[in-house]
């Protein structure tokens, strides 16, 4: 994105479009999935801002869960500045804690593979994308451990190389956590959780209110 001489207040894009740039707030964008108890399979996928509403009971997700308003896409006449992915494991489902034991093979058996329509963004171990809010700290249960999935600071998070700028007209935002088989390992065997699990995805940077001045695709 590059200001436009002569133009204060606007930028453009790669794709040859021009925005008028209004007021910018802090805002990540964030999406939350239910991986069910049990064995997490081999090759297993958790696909994200997709399914915004219950498609049984047409129930929406609320913003505890997600703020997107369309599937994969931002709202219209906003531009969103992407600086880091983060990736976590909310710490209760309902009246259940989440198991640090739970948390740690989650985190231990799940890639991130971020995309922009059809443009690699970010890849690689769940590890590597911190959802730098926590979970952090001790626990006294039961299967009592330190969890961390970096500490609960967005400042920890590491940065995408450079940032990325989406708005809500052609960008599709393609987010998945991809359960790793290890079939390299003769020995490796398929991690267990006991109970159900919150995993949300999270794209961190700011948000801005935008026009369309021209410009062309």
């Not at 991986?35 to 219950?54: C, H, M, V």
């Not at 599937?71 to 494991?89: A, E, K, W, Y």
């Not at 799940?110 to 809010?133: H, L, M, R, S, W």
């Not at 998945?176 to 290890?182: G, H, M, P, Q, V």
Request: charge should be negative.
């Amino acid at each position: 994105m590059e200001a436009v001489p002569g133009e204060p207040g606007v930028v453009q894009l790669s794709d040859g479009r021009k925005y008028e740039i209004g007021e910018g707030h802090l805002q990540p964008v964030f999406d939350e999935q239910a991986l069910a108890l049990g064995t997490i399979a081999a090759d297993q996928k958790l696909t994200f801002f997709t399914n915004l509403i219950n498609e049984t009971t047409g129930v929406p997700k609320g913003l505890v869960s997600c703020n997107l308003k369309k599937p994969r896409q931002i709202d219209s006449g906003t531009l969103q500045r992407i600086d880091r992915v983060g990736t976590s494991v909310v710490d209760v489902y309902g009246n259940t804690l989440t198991l640090g034991a739970d948390m740690r093979k989650l985190l231990a058996s799940f890639a991130c593979d971020f995309k922009i329509n059809k443009i690699e963004i970010a890849q690689g171990p769940v590890t590597f994308y911190p959802g730098g809010y926590g979970p952090y700290g001790m626990t006294n249960e039961s299967d009592a451990s330190v969890i961390t999935n970096g500490v609960p600071n967005p400042a920890a998070q590491i940065g995408l190389e450079e940032s990325v700028w989406v708005t809500g007209e052609g960008y599709v935002l393609n987010m998945e956590l991809i359960a790793s088989n290890r079939g390299w390992d003769a020995s490796a065997v398929r991690p267990v959780t006991v109970n159900r699990a919150y995993v949300r995805t999270e794209l961190h940077g700011f948000q801005f209110a935008a026009a369309t001045v021209g410009g062309s695709h």
